[in-house]
Structures are given as C-alpha cells and as structure tokens.
Nanobody, 129 residues
Framework: QVQLVESGGGLVQAGGSLRLSCAASIRTFSMYTMGWFRQAPGKEREFVAAISWSGVSTYYADSVKGRFTISRDNAKNTVYLQMNSLKPEDTAVYYC??????????????????????WGQGTLVNVSS
C-alpha cells in the first residue's frame, strides 16, 4: 500500500515562502511522475505542479507559474514544492501523489488525479494578508 506523508505547511504572511515535502513509501519511486495538488476551503482539489520520473520535465498550473518550484530526490523518495511570493489565494491543504503508471509524461496526472484513490493527510498552508 502506497503511503504519502506531506509536511512543511504552516502560517505565513503574504509574500513569504514555504517549502513542502512529501515522503512516499513507493519502492519504485524513481519510475513515477509525481505531482502536488491543493484543496482550498469549499473548493475542489486542483493541480498545482508535476515533475517527471526523470526530473527533467516540470509542469505548473498558471496560477503558480514563476512562484512555485517542484523538485525531487529519488534517493530519499521525496518530492518538494518550494513556494515563494505566497498569496492569500494559495491558502489550501496541499497533497502529493504519483501518476497511475510508470514512466509517463505526466499529461494524464494533471487532470486525471481526480481518479486516484490513495491520498495522504495533506499539509495546511495558510497565507495571511
């Protein structure tokens, strides 16, 4: 059973930064594209960023492009999300997850994440104005 443990969230003022981490208990972690997602109060979960299994390619939602950076450390089975210039509208619970298959280009994950069955507890990011 895959386990995903997100951490690093907290309360920060607008314009500040946070770095989120996601530790994944996936034996073949390095073979999966990984993504970050978030769910704001009263809203549906949305895609934030993804990084290919090789780490070469990254993808971002327009709302975070230029402010957030996704990275991974395959030796630690961990994916990160560096968040800079935070805005109040970034307030949400942030989750990570893996693509449904190995060695994908990540195109399915950006919209198909809604069909993923296993999620971690998430980490809350609260940006005050």
């Amino acid at each position: 059973q895959v386990q995903l443990v997100e951490s690093g969230g907290g309360l920060v003022q607008a314009g500040g930064s946070l770095r989120l981490s996601c530790a994944a208990s996936i034996r073949t972690f390095s073979m999966y594209t990984m993504g970050w997602f978030r769910q704001a109060p009263g809203k549906e979960r949305e895609f934030v960023a993804a990084i290919s299994w090789s780490g070469v390619s990254t993808y971002y939602a327009d709302s975070v492009k230029g402010r957030f950076t996704i990275s991974r450390d395959n030796a630690k089975n961990t994916v990160y999300l560096q968040m800079n210039s935070l805005k109040p509208e970034d307030t949400a619970v942030y989750y990570c997850n893996k693509d449904r298959a190995q060695y994908t280009d990540g195109s399915w994950l950006r919209t198909g994440y809604r069909y993923l069955g296993v999620w971690g507890q998430g980490t809350l990011v609260n940006v005050s104005s």
